[in-house]
């Protein structure tokens, strides 16, 4: 049933999802790096 959902135009652009996509990334590469920088704090 295709008809059974809103009507959502922009959904289907390529790229729509860039902008959350690349927060995500960046706030695991941050958490990443904050444990990263934890274990050698504590190693060392």
Do not use: N, S
Not at 24 to 29: D, E, F, G, P, R
């Amino acid at each position: 049933m295709p008809e059974a959902g809103p009507r959502e135009p922009d959904a289907q652009r390529r790229g729509w999802a860039k902008a959350p996509m690349t927060l995500i990334l960046l706030l695991a590469v941050l958490i990443a790096a904050f444990f990263l920088v934890y274990a050698l704090i504590l190693i060392l």
